[in-house]
């Protein structure tokens, strides 16, 4: 089997370097491609092939991975005469990981050719997962058509989960990331009700652990709140471009996401305050600027004027 990977970020690059574990063990080659090219020469050094371009690789793997930063990046590498839907080989997989919008995913898929079979399936678990080969991935597809792909999915997920048709892993990815961001801001809002009630916040934090509030948010990102660094492996403007994609997806299944639509004004304001590369538990800082205090494991601090 010869392989394809197009976009070697901080979730790519891992990905990547797993499914290169897998071809180790198997008749299998990996190619790769980004801008980047210190990526790939990482990746190269390990045993993986210089991909020449989009084109090159579309015309010779058999299974296509991308990992890119939107739909407009998904778009640049489907369409076009160089695209992955004009040269893919027949009888191709593509699968598709990224964080993106199902709207723009469905109008790849009403033009790829038969030949090709098209998987959204992106990930979740972060680079650290991506690294360890932990992730769950989320896919829209067929059982039929994840049969031949589920032994290299394997080498870098924990859990590859069938989620119903094409479009259903978009889908399940941006509800999940909805929760996310929600309670990531109600955090800043549990916590400021604690300052200023004058409670410890380590305490609560373990009161909140072991309560119904519990939760994944709660569990990693209040220390990250705690001791101020706001979480920095993840950047407030990807954040907000989340939001933008789920107040989308409400829109695109006219479903009133309220409660995103408050969310997403407020990533915003955070990212217009903070800039975008601030990490994304900023979001906080709105919260401890209008109550004064700095949110802390020591006692709450005034915040200056």
């Not at 190269?44 to 010779?60: E, F, P, Y």
């Not at 080969?133 to 058509?145: R, S």
């Not at 094409?166 to 929600?182: E, F, P, R």
């Not at 789920?246 to 409660?259: A, Q």
Request: proline fraction near 3%; charged fraction near 20%; glycine fraction near 10%.
């Amino acid at each position: 089997m010869k392989i394809g990977f197009i976009g070697l970020g901080n979730m790519g690059a891992g990905m990547a370097a797993n499914i290169l574990g897998y071809c180790e063990h198997n008749s299998a080659s990996l190619s790769v491609l980004d801008l980047n090219q210190a990526v790939v020469d990482r990746l190269v050094g390990l045993g993986a092939v210089r991909g020449a371009s989009v084109q090159d690789i579309a015309q010779n793997c058999d299974l296509i991975f991308t990992s890119l930063p939107s739909s407009k990046q998904v778009a640049q590498v489907a369409f076009g005469a160089e695209g992955i839907l004009e040269n893919a080989r027949a009888g191709a997989v593509w699968i598709e990981t990224s964080t993106s919008e199902l709207a723009e995913w469905e109008k790849v898929r009403a033009a790829a050719p038969a030949s090709l079979t098209l998987i959204d399936g992106p990930v979740t678990g972060g680079a650290e997962g991506a690294a360890a080969g932990t992730l769950t991935m989320l896919l829209g597809a067929e059982e039929t058509q994840l049969e031949a792909v589920r032994p290299v999915l394997e080498s870098f997920t924990k859990r590859a989960v069938r989620m119903g048709p094409s479009g259903a892993g978009y889908a399940t990815k941006l509800i999940q990331l909805h929760l996310n961001y929600l309670v990531a801001q109600g955090i800043g809002e549990a916590l400021m009700l604690g300052a200023k009630a004058n409670l410890d916040l380590d305490t609560l934090h373990g009161v909140l652990q072991n309560s119904c509030a519990q939760s994944y948010v709660v569990d990693r990102y209040i220390p990250m709140v705690l001791d101020g660094s706001y979480d920095p492996s993840f950047a407030l403007g990807l954040a907000t471009k989340d939001m933008r994609l789920i107040t989308g997806l409400g829109e695109y299944l006219d479903v009133d996401l309220t409660l995103a639509r408050k969310v997403y004004e407020t990533y915003q304001v955070a990212t217009a305050e903070f800039g975008e590369d601030a990490p994304h538990l900023s979001v906080v800082k709105l919260i401890e600027n209008s109550g004064k205090t700095l949110l802390r494991s020591e006692a709450p601090q005034e915040v200056s004027a």
